[in-house]
């Protein structure tokens, strides 16, 4: 066989034995270097940030951040095999362009087809389209909950209750929340279809409020509408940015 | 509608086996000095009408069935059905001498049959009673074989309750990771593979075993519930521990089997399975007035919101709690933070 250079691979399960068999496998395949064991999903998203690995062995059901949610924050930067005893979201793990899924209890020779199949993605090195990964990691038709912000190797969770209001700013949107900013590469389009529609009300071209902080609308001296929040800060609002404010309002 | 009359093979097999019974008649006849051709003429049509009139024999086997009647009142209706055949055929027979009488040629014919009617009454009467037999003959046999059948339909049905509840209750992901969990063992742990393999089949026979009872003690219940915790032992390591407090006294109280299966199952993947380092169930049963209390209370993660109404599981509890005891049994869930209860209370029925 040819000689490669080593796959660099990351192991992310919640369950103790069920890393084992992974690098049980793993050990007694050539040009295969493991480079972290997570056992959740913010070690997993650390351990890519950090160690960049070629790919993670990455199961879905686990505390904090489920498989979805790491490949929603980190799946540009590694190729993504699933591991998992649900069949159920086969479909959703190939919307998201993880290379492979398999089902527990697998083989070693059926892993090891999974990672030839890496090795192929990696030689072609296709870029992956964030947007697709973001839309795709929630389960169709549910707001998000919560609000994923990765910042290095670190995972910020603001829940979607927390969130003030969010802009636009180029190629980012900043989720405003507590008192802090968080930047995620986003585009507001994509955050109106994210959070629930009935509380999250896009007022301008830049801006889409948390109706919960609205205190108050007003015209300013150039008779531009202005939001006023309960945290006092001002947002401007746009002619049809006001019709949408008036209808979620209404309902 | 007969049911010769409906399949063409059967009608055939039947019109067969009449013309077999005329030939030999005419044979007897025959040997009686008849010329064969006036006993053909004569007995051959005759016979084949009766052959349809003996059919009327499938209602008198159905109206008088062997199994519900005094044997004298099946013998009188039989011997009254085969007396009115014969008298029929006597019928037909006269009408077709006169047929015969005004056809040129075969006014001989006639003459044999005027002199062998009473012979020929009797035949047809005792012709009239095989056939009776017969059909009840083949109704012993199809009542056999629906008894069979039923009986087969009915273990068909038994094994099919049997599996679906053990669907409703198991998860077949609880399998899967177990498999898992055995696949890693086996190389690096082979006793504590064999010790799983062992736990996984107890839990499964027992579920098996009690999966279509009506109810179980909850010494029982518990039991189950201790062989699944064991398994998902195994598989959570030091994350899952398990805190009881059982009231002695409650444990001959009876409940619907495996209701605390969906519950313990809810616990363990929605609440520990969600905690990085795991933490403790505490299950208490206690009996008060008459009433058992049930309670499972397990840590969660607080920054995931609770799921609306609990989910399947929980509802299927409360489902089958109150098909089991209607308006007497209360089901209570309730999310704290980090925390979720879920509690029953149900009467105390012993056996």
Not at chain 1, 78 to 106: G, M, S
Not at chain 1, 215 to 232: C, S
Request: hydrophobic share 50%; charged share 25%.
């Amino acid at each position: 066989m040819a000689h490669q250079t080593p796959l660099r691979l990351a192991i992310v399960d919640d369950e103790e034995l069920a890393r084992r068999v992974l690098r049980e496998f793993l050990t007694s395949m050539p040009d295969i270097s493991i480079v972290a064991e997570c056992a959740n999903g913010f070690e997993a998203v650390k351990a890519v940030a950090d160690l960049h690995p070629d790919v993670l062995l990455l199961d879905v059901q686990m505390p904090k951040l489920n498989g979805f949610e790491v490949i929603e924050l980190v799946g540009r930067d590694v190729a993504v095999v699933f591991t998992t005893a649900h069949d159920e979201y086969a479909l959703r793990a190939f919307e998201v362009h993880a290379v492979d899924y398999l089902l527990k209890p697998f083989n070693a020779e059926r892993l090891a087809n999974a990672l030839s199949r890496v090795r192929e993605r990696l030689a072609r090195h296709e870029p992956l389209p964030a947007a697709a990964l973001a839309a795709t990691a929630r389960p169709p038709g549910v707001p998000s909950t919560r609000v994923l912000v990765r910042d290095g190797a670190r995972v910020h969770v603001i829940p979607a209750d927390a969130i003030d209001y969010v802009q636009a700013q180029d190629d980012y949107v900043a989720y405003h929340s507590e008192g802090k900013e968080y930047l995620k590469e986003q585009t507001l389009a994509e955050v109106e279809t994210m959070l629930d529609p009935a509380r999250f009300v896009r007022v301008h071209r830049s801006y889409v409020l948390n109706l919960d902080r609205l205190a108050r609308v007003e015209l300013d001296k150039r008779e531009n509408r202005v939001a006023t929040l309960t945290t006092g800060e001002r947002l401007p609002v746009s002619r049809s940015g006001h019709a949408r404010l008036t209808a979620a309002l209404e309902r | 509608m007969h049911p010769l009359l409906a399949r063409l093979d059967y009608a055939a097999a039947y019109v067969g086996a009449w013309l077999v019974a005329g030939m030999l008649l005419c044979t007897s006849l025959a040997r009686q000095g008849v010329a064969w051709a006036d006993a053909l003429v004569f007995v051959v049509p005759t016979f084949a009408m009766y052959g349809f009139v003996c059919l009327s024999a499938w209602y008198v086997s159905r109206a008088m069935p062997l199994t519900t009647r005094r044997a004298a009142a099946v013998a009188t209706a039989s011997g009254a059905a085969a007396l009115s055949g014969g008298v029929i055929w006597t019928i037909i027979a006269e009408l077709w001498m006169a047929l015969l009488d005004t056809t040129p040629g075969l006014q001989g014919a006639a003459a044999v049959g005027r002199v062998q009617v009473p012979f020929l009454f009797s035949v047809a009467v005792i012709l009239y009673l095989l056939v009776l037999s017969i059909h009840y003959v083949a109704l012993a046999y199809e009542a056999a074989r629906a008894a069979e059948h039923q009986q087969f339909e009915l273990q068909v049905l038994t094994r099919d309750a049997e599996l679906r509840a053990l669907r409703a209750q198991l998860n077949p992901h609880f399998l899967y990771n177990s498999l898992n969990s055995i696949s890693a063992l086996t190389t690096v742990d082979p006793e504590g593979a064999r010790r799983m393999c062992v736990l996984l089949g107890d839990f499964l026979r027992k579920t098996l075993k009690v999966s279509t009872l009506d109810s179980i003690t909850i010494a029982d219940e518990l039991a189950l519930v201790d062989a699944f915790i064991g398994i998902e032992q195994v598989r959570f390591g030091s994350r899952l521990t398990v805190e009881r407090q059982i009231d002695e006294s409650a444990l001959a109280c009876r409940v619907p089997p495996l209701l605390l299966q969906p519950l313990l199952e809810n616990a363990v993947a929605h609440g520990i399975g969600g905690l990085i380092d795991g933490g403790s169930i505490v299950f208490t049963v206690v009996k008060r007035d008459g009433r058992v209390l049930l309670r499972i209370d397990n840590p969660r993660d607080p920054d995931v919101p609770p799921r609306r109404h609990g989910g399947v599981g929980l509802e299927n509890v409360r489902r089958r709690v109150q098909t089991a005891f209607p308006d007497r049994a209360r089901v209570e869930a309730a999310a704290e933070a980090g925390r979720f209860r879920v509690e029953l209370n149900l009467p105390c029925i012993e056996e």
